[in-house]
């Protein structure tokens, strides 16, 4: 399937494709579109939007996008719900509800102004993600 959302990836844009391919598309194809853009291109193309305004899987009240794919598709993995607060918090600025948000923000700043082109950032900042989930399931284990 193809997936679209903006271009210039951040905290969600990088959590959701790292989601979206480890548990619901291996096989997923990214589009980063102008903002501009991505409903059309999404239309034309029957890709996915997300992290868009008034997406079904984009931020919903106080829920980012990620967390919105999470419930979308069910995923109940301790994990990743673990997982899911570390991001909303760092993608909603929200830094003083989870205390590894403000090192996931600056992470991805870093990252973005190392890789500025949004599927080599992805590519890059997937292994900061699989960290994190392997981290995220030992802290769960222990529950």
Known sequence: MKWITRSHVHVDRVACPWLITRFIDSEAEFLFVPRCSVEEIAKSTGAIPYD????ELGHHGDEC????IVKKYEL??????RMSK?????DTDS??????AAGI??????YSLRYPED?????????VYDAL???CRMQTAKE
């Open 119 to 127: 599927l080599e950032n992805l590519e890059h900042q997937f292994y």
């Open 65 to 68: 996008s990620f967390v919105s």
């Open 86 to 90: 570390i991001i909303n918090a760092a």
């Open 133 to 135: 989930y392997a981290w």
């Open 76 to 81: 109940t993995d301790k994990a990743l719900i």
């Open 95 to 100: 830094f003083d509800k989870d205390p590894i």
């Open 105 to 110: 923000e600056a992470i991805a700043v870093g």
């Open 52 to 55: 868009i305004p008034n997406a």
